[in-house]
Structure formats: structure tokens, C-alpha cells
């Protein structure tokens, strides 16, 4: 039989323009599989916690995908955030 895969845990980013603090977290198909299927990016507005960005599968790592989720909360400010 197998090893479960651990699943690590969501993700803290904060741009590094502004500082807005978002969570990087993951669904992850598979129980077997390291590399999650979906990414969500959230972040709070007010009192509001809002999706920023989703994607799904396109990358082939963990790392790759905690990457992505970076560039996604990255564009999120830059097109949205106003000084």
C-alpha cells in the first residue's frame, strides 16, 4: 500500500509593493499526488475575505504552483489596488 502524500498547508504572501497579505491554499485531487490541482487567492478587504485569483492545473510542482499563486496575487494588485 501506498504512503499518503502530507499536504502542506496554505500559504501567507504579501506583495511586496503594498504589503497586502494573502493565503495561498490548495485543493488537491489525488491523495497520492504532491503536486496540488487547484490554487485559490485570497485576501481581505475590510471585513470581507475575497477570492483574488484561481488556477487550475498547469504546472508540475509544488513549488511551481506556489510560484503561480504568487504571480496571480502580484497581477490582483496591480490591477486593482489603488495608492
Do not use: C
Amino acid at each position: 500500500m501506498p504512503l499518503l502524500v502530507d499536504r502542506t498547508p496554505p500559504v501567507d504572501y504579501d506583495d511586496p509593493i503594498h504589503g497586502v497579505p494573502f493565503v495561498i491554499a490548495f485543493n488537491w485531487g489525488d491523495q497520492y499526488n504532491p503536486v496540488p490541482q487547484e490554487l485559490i487567492v485570497l485576501t481581505k478587504v475590510g471585513n470581507d475575505i475575497i477570492v483574488a485569483a484561481t488556477r487550475q492545473i498547469g504546472w508540475s510542482s509544488y513549488e511551481e504552483a506556489v510560484w503561480i499563486g504568487k504571480l496571480a496575487a502580484d497581477n490582483f494588485v496591480s490591477k486593482y489596488w489603488q495608492d
